[in-house]
């Protein structure tokens, strides 16, 4: 029977997908057929990322812009299946065929924009989007407007990706006294990007100060947790600021969207004692359940 799966997936790898990027009778490019002595869904999924922009003549393709982007969407279905090498070295050739070509190039990255770094995004893989973001950040022939745009996309993930330290945090809390978060002897610091105004922000901050784990951690000096809203610390918000749990840093960073992703509200980061990136984009669940393993 797992012999007999494992072929049909092939099966699906090697011809279902195809089919799919070239639904119509007259397709846009042909698609690359895989050697037979390829077996494994991964090393048949490997090649055909490899090869897939092949025999695309881009300038053509894009006449027909709906087409081409139902095409990215299965390059970008394949990545799924695809190792991290195949897939990293498939975007960087696609990137490199495109470069003396500003106006196809631009329209790729817009694809893999809405594709893996929207709020719509199907596939979000900041490691995969990197590359895309940064081809136009460093073309020479594209505007200045539309460089800074995705410099910045290339710039706040990179900076703010897991494993890496922290980017610096300077706060203000309700009493109007500026902080910068440092390093203490917290197993664990928190870091809820939230707006008192905006309800899931509201729930997901209810739960987790509902939570009796996480309040004995806060209380014994083991978590911290820092509720930053990405703003000016203006009347309301230090109206509202007085609504969150004691013993929670509560305070507002004008400038946190320029250095952390905070394409979701809210947004959870989980750093270690020396403030490096363990987990982003942790959801209250995840988050709760951290708690309690503690």
């Not at 922290?166 to 309700?174: E, F, G, H, I």
């Not at 946190?256 to 490096?276: G, M």
């Amino acid at each position: 029977m797992i012999h007999r799966i494992l072929f049909a997936l092939l099966a699906v790898a090697a011809t279902i997908i195809p089919a799919t990027a070239q639904s119509s009778t007259d397709p846009l490019f042909p698609l690359p057929e895989v050697p037979d002595e390829l077996t494994s869904l991964q090393d048949r999924t490997g090649y055909l990322l490899e090869h897939y922009w092949d025999r695309c003549n881009f300038k053509q393709a894009l006449s027909s812009k709906a087409k081409f982007a139902k095409s990215f969407d299965t390059y970008v279905d394949l990545m799924k299946a695809g190792s991290r090498h195949a897939v990293m070295r498939s975007i960087y050739k696609l990137l490199g065929s495109l470069e003396k070509q500003p106006k196809e190039l631009l329209f790729v990255v817009q694809q893999a924009e809405a594709i893996m770094y929207s709020d719509t995004a199907t596939f979000r893989s900041d490691e995969a989007y990197i590359p895309f973001a940064r081809a136009i950040a460093e073309n020479k022939k594209i505007d200045r407007d539309t460089k800074e745009h995705y410099a910045a996309h290339a710039r706040i993930l990179s900076g703010s990706a897991k494993g890496m330290e922290a980017p610096k945090l300077q706060y203000t809390d309700s009493l109007g006294v500026s902080h910068t978060l440092d390093a203490d002897t917290a197993q664990y610091v928190i870091l809820f990007f939230n707006d008192p105004r905006d309800v899931d922000s509201m729930i997901s901050r209810g739960r987790i100060a509902a939570n009796p784990t996480a309040n004995l951690l806060v209380k014994k000096g083991l978590i911290r947790i820092a509720a930053i809203t990405p703003g000016k610390p203006d009347d309301e918000w230090k109206s509202l600021a007085s609504r969150y749990p004691e013993g929670w840093i509560v305070g507002a960073a004008p400038d946190a969207a320029s250095i952390y992703d905070l394409r979701n509200f809210p947004t959870i980061y989980v750093l270690d004692k020396n403030l490096n990136i363990i987990d982003k984009g942790t959801s209250t669940n995840q988050l709760i359940n951290l708690f309690n393993s503690l």
